[in-house]
């Protein structure tokens, strides 16, 4: 049987590797998408007392550490039942805010902007952050710096330090911001809003203004019909740092809005033995494979499922952002229910809204009065016993499960982290990619490299939240092989 | 573009080569690296950057074609998890003049190195049973999977998380978690300089972008010699007052055993320094030194007074050896885990 073997981030680095099957008669029989790393946090967080689990668990990800910190520290309210100051969940949630901003300012002109503004068919060469700039303008690039630096300027005003926050605790928060510090979160708020409409009209200029691309995202190759699921405030306004979790099906239907801490009714992780990840699907549905549709359990968690999961956006501009983006995607509900936007290449889109609201909230959050109160602790008085945290982080619904001894030791520790959700659909897309660009063992060398890289690239892959692939191209290496397992031919790009 | 970057500009070819790789690591070592901003053109300029694949693109098969040698600086991030982090490791030392533990992973193993007090047996099953985990017939990871269309490769996970100098020769160390982004620059500032030979090259061992003191020595609050009869955990007080030294309140801080480098930002929001920036100047086991800083602010003379101050740390082996397990004197005992019946 032929083999065609294909390494997303390079094999030695060892972060996702792509196996690709093909039948006698040279068409795809299957596609194995594998995570070849692990490194046990479940396990040695065990013994661990639990006020150090914000700061422990950080080092999951040094990308997302704010997620990590902020899940970690409600399931550790969670654990001591306590409730802390609205002034402590206010500045956990300014700080969540200006970290969105800076995440999703460096996916979309870093890693997703090269598909669409400087174009999937240009050279792979060009296809980066540096071919961005060409395009929109050199002066961009240091607003993309200004956007970073501010973000993480806020950060380490208000969590101590700029990549891993050290401020959230049981009960609330170790410190407060002075009012010289709240003015200027407010000014880096209100450049964010106009950063953010500036990256939504390159968007609308030249993404939605391209006929060409318009049809790529609208095609049959980048659309999955899957569940999608998303945090939602009591309205069902998208929300990042809390709420209830809510899950749409694919028909625009409603099928369930459950409290984080009743997760384990609603998810269970399907285990394979070729690879390290887990998959998490609907319980309620089932596993059935790597499946499309209403009968399989496999749901997508990321800024589309967000927007789709929602009935809008809690605040004004986002909210335009939000029915101008249903009006063009999705100008009619396909079966009465919800509308909803099943085109994946469109997650680009939501994250730019996602970024407006997070701007827009930033500065809500930053004018209100209660933000520099000294009131920011709670001190507990209850027994801790077991507690769930759950946050939208950038790449998926993020949930943190802890269960203590008396004394607040953990005794087991279960976490489902944010891109783990849409390991399925990930592998999903990469085998439509492969179906459609391999027939009779003829494979489409430039067109497959392109379509599994802008298939990863939309979901903002982070696995096991290990390593992220930032800011620049993908390096893709196919190797074919024959029958016999050696290599015959070898594609490559970036690399 | 800078003075420095003007005075080693010129041909790709006359450029010093560097290498940025990471192991076993959360990513935020590379954050730090760009976190550096503008600089990151004076590194473009100063050196020709054949490998950092979470940032540009790279080619692994030119650096197994390259001399010995031929790469003028690695930085390794990340630790030792598994058989492909060792091999390229090994392959970039061949490969690298200089070789450098570049964050705590590299240089003491970090808080993944806490996996060291269990066996790899215990690791996989707790990851491939918990609670939400479905799977009744107990399926766990295969390193070489036969699956119907042929056969399916895994890494092996290691039995110990390693630290690079456990694993290669290791040149320099720049210290953190990660390391703060000015101290980055600094450290690479002075390479370039050396390698232009404006300065002095650092003597082989040495620790870069850190100071050789302690945290404590560049924490703003103030210190007496007050003695204390308890620990508190963080959340047991309402707060801390702002301007006295964090232990002499009764926290557990690890100021005292930890070199200085950061800033001592954690202190300055009221959270204790955790020791991400390792051991102190001198001092051959952190724990050690952590326990004898301890000691000598305690006082307790009765069974139950000690008993009391125990009480405020429930983690006595995370307190002491939360970043450097697994370089500690302790690691002696890991060979204990290295046959766990599989």
Redesign the interface.
Known sequence: MERITIDPVTRLEGHGKIEIFLDPDGEVANAYFQIPELRGFERFCVGRPVEEMPTLTNRICGVCPEAHHMASAKAADAVYHVDPPRTAKLLRELLYSAFYVTDHTTHFYALGGPDFIVGPDAPPAERNILGVLAKVGMEVGGQVIQARKQGHNVIEMIGGRKIHPATAVPGGMTHGITEEQRAEIERIGRWSIEFAQFSLGIFDKMVLGNDAYKEMILSDGYTHRTYYMGLVDPNNKGNFYDGRVSIMSPDGERVGTYAPAEYRDWIAEHVEPWTYLKFPYLKKVGWKGLVDGADSGVYCATPLSRLNVAEGMATPLAQAAYERFYDTLAPKPESGGKRLVHHRLATHWARLIELLYAAEHMVELATDPEITSPNIRTVPTEKPTEGVGTVEAPRGTLTHHYWTDERGVLTAVNLLVGTTNNYAPMAMSIKKAAQSLIHKGVVVHQGLLNRVEMAFRLYDPCFGCATHSFPGEMPLQVAIRNSDGEVIEVLSQNC | MSPTAGSTGGANATKPKLAI??A?????????I??I??HIVDVANAFEIVLW????????SDIETMADGEITITLVSGSM??D??V??SKLLRRKSKFMVAFGSCASEG???G??N??SRK???D???S??????PDG????WE?E????I?H??E?EPVLRTLDQVVEVDYTIPG??PE?NQIWAALEAVVKALNGTGPLPPKGSVLGAGDSTVCDECARKRDVKKINRFV????????DPEICLLEQGLPCNGPATRNGCGA??P????PC?G?YGAAEGVIDYGARLMSAYASVVEATTPEEIDKVLDGI??P??QFY?FSLANSLLRSGRSAWQNDGE
Do not use: W
């Open positions: 790789f990471g076993a690591s959360c990513g935020g070592c590379d954050v730090a760009v976190n901003h503008e694949p979470t940032v540009m693109d790279g080619k692994y998890r598994t492909e982090t091999h390229l970090c808080i993944p806490l996996a007090l269990s215990q690791i996989i707790t990851a491939f918990t609670t939400s985990t479905d799977n399926i766990r990871p295969i999977c699956v119907p269309e042929g399916l895994l890494p996970f978690c990660p982004s955990r963080i959340q047991q007080v309402a707060g801390f930002l954690c300055a929001v009221s959270a955790i991400c429930p983690d082996v995370g939360r």
